[in-house]
């Protein structure tokens, strides 16, 4: 049993011949890789399908196909758990601000900033980082700050550093600017 437990085999995704000196992955690879990155499960009968008519090598059908994982609600879990480690989110609340100069500091509080920023990643993640209003995709995350969107929270909305915070008066919603920003 500890055998088959080390086995790598076991523990990870086998695809393709081992022994082969491929560096491309083949449809049905694509699709498995997408479908258990995204929804943490074996690929649908679309995914399946396509990879068996060898469509999901063509970019735009990929594109599509990742657009519409994301979509599913299988994918959530996915953006929590991502956005939770990479962002390291269970550390938020580690060290408590002092209460003279964050009254207002509380469980609550701590709730809605997290997620808030689940949120934002979800967006971002969904929509692909744009420029201003454009729909134009730039390729670059680095240019999500530059977004004229923003998720919030009611709760977090009055602890912010910034004057003006664009955060209507709901528990969660968004905010766009009339002007967007200028792109990098």
């Known amino acids: 049993m500890l055998a088959i437990l080390c ?12 022994d082969s000196d491929r560096f491309t992955l083949n449809d049905y690879e694509i699709a498995s890789r997408l479908s258990y990155l995204l ?10 399908t396509l990879a068996g008519q060898g469509k999901l090598r063509d970019k735009a059908e990929l594109g ?12 959530d879990r996915f953006t929590d758990s991502f956005a939770t480690q990479w962002l390291r989110l269970r550390k ?6 002092d209460k003279k100069l964050y009254p207002d500091y509380d469980k609550t509080l701590e709730a809605s900033m ?4 689940k949120a934002f990643f979800r967006q971002v993640l969904q929509d692909g980082p744009r420029c201003g209003n454009s729909s134009t995709r730039t390729g670059a995350w680095s240019t999500h700050g530059s977004r004229s969107f923003t998720a919030c929270r009611s709760r977090v909305s009055p602890v912010r550093a910034f004057s003006g915070s664009p955060c209507p008066g709901t528990a969660i919603g968004a905010a766009f600017s009339p002007r967007p920003r200028s792109c990098p």
């Open 92 to 97: 938020v609340g580690m060290f408590q601000p």
């Open 114 to 117: 997290i997620g808030e920023t």
């Open 64 to 75: 599509r196909q990742l657009t519409r994982l994301l979509a599913d609600p299988r994918a």
């Open 7 to 18: 086995s790598k085999s076991f523990l990870f995704l086998a695809e393709g011949d081992e």
């Open 39 to 48: 929804w943490s499960t074996m690929p649908d009968t679309e995914l399946t």
